[in-house]
């Protein structure tokens, strides 16, 4: 949903639009405004998009969109791990529950790692140009 909205906000400003609002977004999507007004905020706090209040109030992009990798998007709005242990610690006294933990976080993070590294070679920009080209 975030990389949708960068890019609908990338488009609107290719279009001549100086921002785009949280509504028009929120249409793109279908979803409701105020989703999209909390995912922004999770991006503004990223340092990757900035709002406009008041008359002529909306969103726009702070870097150029061929610069923000879908990497940083995925921190932005993701924050933890997708491949993670579970908090509660396992048996130790289970041959199984006292060794998962080492045998499944080299895994966790290479896939992590492999996640984040083909996230930076997309930009929301080919993101937008991908989406564009679509049937």
């Known amino acids: 949903m975030a990389a949708h909205a960068l890019?609908?906000?990338e488009l609107n400003a290719r279009r001549g639009g100086e921002v785009a609002t949280s509504e028009q977004i929120a249409n793109s999507v279908n979803t409701n405004p105020v989703v999209?007004?909390?995912?922004?905020?999770e991006l503004r706090g990223a340092g990757l998009v900035e709002s406009r209040r008041g008359a002529g109030a909306g969103w726009r992009l702070?870097?150029?969109?061929?610069?923000?990798?879908?990497a940083e998007v995925y921190r932005a709005v993701e924050g933890?791990?997708?491949f993670a242990l579970h908090p509660a610690t396992p048996n130790q006294k289970c041959p199984v529950g006292q060794g998962i933990r080492s045998a499944l976080t080299p895994v966790y993070d290479a896939a992590e790692q492999a996640l984040s590294a083909e996230l930076a070679r997309t930009s929301v920009a080919d993101v937008?140009?991908?989406s564009?080209?679509?049937?």
């Open 7 to 9: 890019a609908w906000i």
């Open 36 to 41: 999209i007004r909390r995912l922004l905020g």
């Open 62 to 70: 702070l870097r150029p969109a061929e610069s923000i990798s879908l």
């Open 80 to 82: 933890d791990p997708q």
């Open 128 to 130: 937008l140009r991908e």
């Open 132 to 135: 564009i080209a679509a049937p």
